[in-house]
């Protein structure tokens, strides 16, 4: 339908199952997507940038994926950290089903593909890494952010991808007047019109 998009909570358009080869932390693998969802044929150049610019996950702890649409992020955290718990969390149930659909094809089992409401209040996370649903609007994505970086480790970082035309050296500004004195931020990497920004809580 016209009025739905890929952060809708429950895609009202039929479900349709298509199948695509993509490379994932050295992988290649045939996964599954849909429509419904963000970027269901391939994996967009935004997190293609965040995955090429960002370095391996930390080996162990709680990692997230914030709008992990049908898992890429996702999936690459938790085979580069098999001893680490990776939340892929999405309001888009379509995507989270998907991203439980092709862990199971991979073997991976240490994903947890969930709304924000199923993850647990007091949990901290060793890193955060998103590429953010810029078009949900700019009170929305700030309210995202608000509730989530608060919720990085001490001595972790949070890696952002935005498209430059997007605001994202506007979402920089904002970041470094928002957040508290303890943590940084900085732009890590500025690749094919995005920048990777770096969150780093001291």
Known sequence: MATEHYFSELPESE???R?????????????????????????????????????????????????????????????QSPHATVWAVDVNCR????????????GITNINAVTPEDVPADLGFMTI???????????????????WL?????????WLVVQRNLGSDS???????????????TRAATNKGYRVLKVRRK
């Open 15 to 17: 479900l349709k199952f």
């Open 19 to 79: 199948q695509i080869h993509v490379a994932l932390a050295g992988q290649t693998r045939e996964l599954i997507t849909s429509n419904g969802i963000f970027s269901p044929e391939r994996i967009d150049a935004g997190t293609q940038v965040l995955l090429a610019n960002t370095p391996p996950a930390p080996p162990g702890g709680n990692l997230l994926d914030l709008g992990c649409g049908w898992g890429p992020i996702a999936l690459t955290l938790a085979l």
């Open 95 to 106: 995507a989270l089903d998907l991203v439980r659909r092709n862990a199971e094809i991979m």
């Open 129 to 147: 890494r998103s590429n953010p649903p810029i078009r949900v609007g700019k009170n929305e994505l700030h309210g995202m952010l608000e509730f």
């Open 150 to 158: 608060p919720r990085l480790d001490l001595e972790s970082d949070a």
């Open 171 to 185: 979402l920089h500004r904002w970041l470094e007047s928002w957040l508290p004195a303890e943590f940084a931020v």
